[in-house]
């Protein structure tokens, strides 16, 4: 009998509480139910909190009880407390991840018992481990549905941790190309050098546009993504860029200042021998191979 | 004053003078300045020798002396700077041909080859010279107006005079203004005739001033920078720019003055897409990345002034990259530049910008730093921290020692690309001599009428396989001078950038 009043009871609360996501405190309740007494109040919060239906918090010195979201509930079911821990501490840092020594020092477990809580979660299939691309031995742990983050994955240079320079050089290639195809319309345009120079930038948005229609990439590229590659363009010294008026970034192709210097064309500019060469010994510019390859 | 300059100097004066006057010039190179008999201890040569090619030196203006301690006796010093402007020869040549016509060339070839001379004496040898031969259109009269215009534009100058101090006899060189000379046209065609110059009063030695012509290949390379970024038309606006930069300013100051724009329309008015859009394209130019041009201020319609320091600057950029692109691939001239724009850099943020593989950036970067193209600049952090601290480390370019490093390896080059002619040469001097005898005897048979037979026989004396020796040796020798005068381009540009101070 007293069975039954105690789940009445917890079916109320619950309600109360399900209607109130931001939280209700002992007060809301005494409010909702006043034929209840404290002392089963309190059984009957303890057990809800037991089964793990509520969190707890401390709000201006009341207790505040917030339900918890249904598919959390069920994700730790059947566990233990310990997995409990450092299953809202992980769920607490996103998709940034959290690392394993920060869940250690947080959640005040040891070494060996926190390597078992985390296999088991993951053999649970409710977190994964996500490897760092910036530092190949640290890695991070995040719930298992959660796509990491681009500081985490890289984002779309890195396939598994790994840089795709290739993916990366075509890319550049196929920009340089979009950007050359508008370059000349500055030459001798008879609408004036401004009218040109702008006739030959292209926005970074531009350029996205061309390279998802070319369709050489299965990631979705961004227009920061695109940025990026536009940039490594102006490090090649085969574009510069420039701000227009409204904040964005436009982008040229140039030709370098000067043709190939007198210096790489002759042997010697690129020889890696050039400091060992003498006048007399084993490398000479007499005998050397490369000079007569050159003269050939 | 390196090492290889010295080896690249000693070579050029091999090529040019001998073996005595290389001697004679390798010592004065090594020593710095010395007097003629600590020249006869060292070389071992004959005194007489060792004056002579002192002589040739100090005629070529490839070495000056000054009086030593004890005032009666001078220390001689070699001009290793001038000695490379031998090989320069064939691009002066070739400019003022392109800007006063073959007339002219040969006026400047003959200048140069007899280092000084008066104006009577140079005039009257090239006339005498090309009197009988097939462009009988020079005569005496044409050649003196081109003379007075080289004069007039400052390609040849009046040789400096030495003067004798009191009390001391070594005598100083002293730089004379030039004036344009009034030469007798009428004694000049009655010398030529006559073949006699004794007459005729001339003490003024002339001299070809090579500082107009490097004028001439800076504006050259700026204009050709300009239009190679952005189109003719503004390489042509620079060019007037610079014309215009010379009427107010020594022709290598850092900055030149303002120039208005008015002043500039004015001189672009026969070209009418520049002076339609002149203020675009002065914009245009400012703006783009070289900065060639900066605007001065607003008075009289807009002032713009010529950065030439940092237009070299930009050029040496411009060529250093392209030696990292050709030395270490193009991904090490991506981190070269970026290292450039960042001006001081972590390497992290190297693998970040420059989007390669970890592995390969921090290949190339420590290739870079080895190669002495980057520098390295170590950060400690405060000694508090203690052990944890670990120093950061940020790579940056020093532009100056780096264009030193350029410039040591274009000196090596020069080196190795005269040696190597010179191998050449002396590998094949026997079939070369041969040709050159057949050749002399084919046109001495040839001024004497002989039948065509006779000469034809003559020719064959040289084999077919020797004659196709020949030409490849003539190939690979035409090859080594190309790169020649394109290294000394290179030098150019960075004896420009190191012309002002840092």
């Known amino acids: 009998m007293s069975e039954n009043i105690e789940d009445d009871l917890k079916e109320k609360i619950l309600n109360l509480a399900k209607k109130n996501p931001k939280g209700i405190t002992d007060k809301d309740i005494t409010v909702a139910i006043p034929e209840l007494t404290s002392s089963e109040l309190v059984t009957a919060i303890n057990k809800l909190l037991q089964q793990g239906c509520f969190d707890l918090y401390n709000q201006g010195g009341s207790l505040i009880y917030r339900l918890k979201t249904q598919a959390n509930k069920q994700a730790v079911k059947g566990a233990d407390n310990e997995e409990k821990v450092v299953f809202n501490l ?191 010994g084993l490398v000479t510019p007499q005998e050397c191979t490369y000079m007569t390859e050159w003269l050939e | 004053m390196s090492h290889q300059l010295g080896r690249a100097v000693s070579e050029i004066l091999h090529r040019y003078f001998g073996e005595i006057v290389q001697q004679v010039g390798k010592d004065l190179f090594t ?78 070839e003959e200048l140069l080859q007899q280092a000084i001379c ?78 006699n110059i004794a007459d005729i009063n001339d003490n003024v030695y002339w001299r070809v001033n090579y500082d107009r012509f490097h004028q001439d290949f800076r504006d050259d390379l700026m204009v050709k920078a300009i239009a190679r970024r952005i189109d003719d038309n503004a390489g042509e606006l620079t060019r007037v720019l610079l014309q215009q930069m010379y009427l107010s300013m020594p022709a290598w100051a850092a900055e030149s003055g303002p120039v208005p724009v008015t002043e500039l329309r004015e001189r672009c008015a026969d070209k009418p897409l520049i002076s339609q859009h002149i203020n675009h394209y002065l914009k245009v130019i400012e703006e783009s990345g070289a900065g060639f041009i900066r605007r001065y201020g607003e008075a009289g319609g807009g002032q713009y002034s010529v950065r030439v320091r940092h237009a070299a600057q930009e050029l040496v950029h411009a060529a250093l990259d392209h030696l990292v692109t050709e030395r270490l691939g193009s991904h090490a001239a991506r981190i070269f530049r970026l290292i450039r724009t960042k001006k001081y850099i972590d390497e992290e943020d190297i693998q970040k910008h420059a989007m390669l593989p970890n592995k390969e950036c921090k290949e190339l970067t420590y290739k870079l730093l080895e190669e002495h193209f980057i520098s390295l600049q170590p950060m400690r952090k405060a000694a508090s921290a203690g052990a944890m601290a670990k120093a950061i480390y940020l790579y940056h370019i020093k532009l100056h020692d780096v264009a030193q490093s350029a410039t040591e390896l274009c000196y090596r080059s020069l080196h190795n690309v005269v040696r190597r002619a010179h191998h050449e040469r002396a590998l094949h001097s026997r079939l070369l001599d041969k040709q050159r005898r057949v050749r002399s005897i084919v046109h001495q048979m040839r001024l004497r009428g002989e039948p065509a037979q006779n000469i034809v026989d003559v020719e064959e004396t040289l084999t077919p396989p020797e004659l196709a020796v020949l030409q490849s040796i003539e190939k690979r020798l035409k090859q080594l001078n190309t790169a020649e005068l394109e290294l000394d381009k290179t030098l150019f540009i960075l004896k420009w950038y190191f012309m002002y101070p840092q």
Do not use: H
């Open chain 1, 90 to 280: 992980i769920e607490e840092a996103g998709n940034k991840g959290i690392w394993i020594r920060d869940i250690r020092i947080r959640s005040n477990l040891a070494n060996t018992q926190l390597t078992k809580v985390l296999k088991s979660l993951e053999s649970k299939k409710l977190i994964k481990a996500v490897k760092c691309v910036n530092a190949s031995k640290k890695k991070v742990y995040m719930l298992y549905n959660l796509e990491p983050d681009r500081s985490i994955s890289g984002g779309a240079w890195y396939q598994d941790q790994d840089f795709e320079s290739e993916f990366v050089d075509i890319l550049n290639r196929q920009c340089l190309r979009f950007l050359q195809q508008r370059a000349d319309k500055i030459k001798n345009n008879p609408r004036g050098p401004i009218i040109g120079r702008t006739q030959s930038y292209a926005t970074a948005s531009e350029v996205q546009k061309y390279i998802t229609d070319l369709g050489i990439s299965n990631v979705k590229l961004e227009v920061e993504d695109v940025i990026t590659i536009l940039n490594t363009l102006v490090y090649d010294g085969k574009a510069e860029s420039s701000v227009y008026p409204d904040g964005n970034r436009v982008y040229r192709a140039i030709e370098s200042l000067i043709p190939p210097p007198g210096l790489v064309q002759v042997p010697c500019g690129i020889c890696p021998l050039v400091l060992k060469c003498c006048s007399t």
């Open chain 2, 31 to 108: 020593y710095g300045s010395k007097p003629i008999s600590m020249i006869v201890k060292t070389t071992g040569l004959p005194r007489q020798q060792v004056i002579e090619s002192l002589r040739t030196l100090l005629k070529f203006d490839l070495a000056t002396f000054e009086p030593s301690v004890n005032d009666s006796i001078a220390d001689y010093k070699l001009l290793p700077d001038n000695v490379l402007l031998l090989i320069r020869y064939p691009r002066y040549l070739l400019q003022i041909k392109s800007k006063f016509g073959s007339e002219a060339e040969l006026l400047v």
């Open chain 2, 118 to 195: 008066t104006a009577t004496v140079l005039l009257v040898t090239i006339a005498t010279k090309y009197k009988d031969g097939k462009e009988s259109n020079i005569n005496v009269i044409q050649l003196k107006d081109t003379f007075v215009s080289l004069a007039t534009a400052a390609y040849i100058q009046q040789a400096p005079v030495a003067e004798l101090k009191e009390d001391c006899e070594v005598p100083t060189l002293v730089p004379v203004a030039t004036i344009v000379p009034d030469l007798d046209t009428r004694a000049l065609i009655q010398a030529v005739n006559t073949g």
